[in-house]
């Protein structure tokens, strides 16, 4: 049973990554890493306005 419930998790993961696009997942791994637009910006040499589009699109493919 534990190891359904893993393999379902790789496969949702797996699932969910595979819409997004490269700098999309950028933005999610570095958003979830520091919890914060700004931030997120700051390490991707982005401006903020282009993290908060991807979080749009992100929650978007995601159907969140």
Not at 24 to 48: C, H, I, M, P, Q
């Given at each position: 049973e534990a190891f359904f419930v893993k393999d379902s998790s790789l496969n949702a993961a797996s699932k969910i990554t595979d819409k997004l696009s490269k700098l999309e997942?950028?933005?999610l791994n570095s958003f979830l890493k520091t919890g914060s637009?700004?931030?997120?910006?700051?390490?991707?040499?982005?401006?903020?306005?282009?993290?908060?589009?991807?979080?749009?699109?992100?929650?978007?493919?995601?159907?969140?």
């Amino acid at each position: 049973e534990a190891f359904f419930v893993k393999d379902s998790s790789l496969n949702a993961a797996s699932k969910i990554t595979d819409k997004l696009s490269k700098l999309e997942l950028s933005v999610l791994n570095s958003f979830l890493k520091t919890g914060s637009y700004d931030a997120t910006a700051k390490e991707l040499l982005v401006s903020r306005k282009t993290v908060d589009n991807a979080l749009v699109r992100i929650r978007r493919k995601i159907n969140l």
